[in-house]
């Protein structure tokens, strides 16, 4: 499997950079959610938070925020 390098733009995740398969033609996936579980002191709830593809110039994409839901909620 091919893995590209896609930075997260907004929300939790925001400026991260994770690696996300992409298809045969090198294209990452249209959508990607991203969960968190609950940790810390205060614990907190579990989350998924869902990411869509943007096009960045003409060679690249990014992940841009959309919303989170509770944890397996998400499309």
Known sequence: MTLVDMRFV?????????QLPVDPDGVPPARWV???RGDGDPPTPEMDHLY?????????????????DPMGMTE
Not at 10 to 18: K, L, N, S, V
Not at 52 to 68: A, I, L
């Open 34 to 36: 991203l969960s968190h």
């Open 10 to 18: 907004g929300g939790p995740a925001d400026g991260e950079i994770h």
């Open 52 to 68: 869509q593809r943007q096009p960045v110039g003409d060679s690249g994409w990014e992940m841009s925020f959309v919303r989170s």
